[in-house]
């Protein structure tokens, strides 16, 4: 169990339940975020398979039987996709879908649409997935990127047991902004492509105007229309600087070499040796 900066009575409960043989919790100092806390959780599991849920219980134990299931006939990760979203707004399942199109935009690898954290993972997965040395991390993307033997279960999620997530829109599209950064370079490219789109009409029409002006003598005119064509390229360059600039942030991330979390207290003993 990972408590990952609560600000209730999480830790009490978890070190009550980590006085029981198999039990362990990790505290850590502050709230890392949820990528953090599950590589925390990653980092201690010791089992040859290990299942990642959330503690809300909107993620069912009972399917870990079916989970078990798959890795025992062979397969090396088991994952959790969620038969419909009808519980969602309109907003979210469109943000959805136009997220996993443009991650999955490339042809590399693929991230499983509707699939979430919920999942069992053989060894040799964990592994892989503790070796990766970057710091800005989304977990959805490097499941894939690590690649394995993979099936997916439907499933559809319970009810959130207590209390409200704090999992909010904002949250949301920064989980989305690291996505698309970390596995995409098209943002780049597309503000390449943008500028190529304007700067070639742009040229042409510069020609037009200079011959036109020789040739017929032509005034020059429109001021409102070169402001407001100023205005409106100076908006796009600043576009295109931020989107670099979301780029060159996770650079300074890594750079840092920052721990990803930092633990407070460790409570329990976990699963001993050999213990199946």
């Not at 469109?94 to 490339?106: H, P, Q, R």
Request: aromatic content about 10%.
């Amino acid at each position: 169990m990972v408590d990952d900066g609560s600000t209730d009575d999480t830790a009490a409960v978890a070190e009550a339940w980590c006085e029981l043989a198999g039990f362990r919790c990790i505290s850590l100092s502050r709230n890392f975020g949820k990528e953090a806390a599950l590589t925390a959780g990653l980092a201690a599991a010791t089992g040859d398979a290990v299942v990642l849920l959330d503690g809300d219980l909107q993620h069912s134990p009972a399917l870990i039987h079916a989970m078990l299931a798959q890795w025992v006939a062979g397969a090396e990760v088991v994952y959790a996709v969620r038969q419909e979203r009808s519980d969602e707004s309109r907003f979210k399942q469109l943000g959805s879908k136009l997220f996993y199109g443009l991650v999955n935009s490339s042809d590399r690898f693929e991230v499983p649409k509707d699939a979430g954290d919920f999942r069992l993972m053989d060894r040799k997965v964990v592994d892989a997935l503790m070796s990766l040395p970057e710091r800005s991390r989304f977990m959805k993307g490097l499941y894939a990127w690590v690649g394995f033997r993979a099936v997916a279960l439907p499933y559809t999620p319970a009810p959130r047991a207590e209390g409200t997530t704090k999992f909010n829109a904002r949250r949301l599209v920064r989980l989305a902004l690291d996505g698309l950064t970390a596995f995409t370079t098209w943002p780049l490219r597309m503000v390449s492509v943008v500028g190529l789109l304007f700067a070639v009409p742009a040229f042409g029409y510069g020609i037009y105007v200079t011959i036109d002006h020789l040739l017929f003598g032509n005034s020059v005119s429109g001021w409102t229309t070169i402001v407001v064509s100023l205005m409106f390229f100076i908006g796009i360059q600043m576009i295109s600087t931020g989107i670099v600039g979301e780029y060159i942030a996770r650079i300074y991330e890594e750079v840092k070499g920052r721990p990803l979390y930092v633990v407070r207290r460790e409570h329990g003993k976990g699963l001993e040796t050999g213990a199946p």
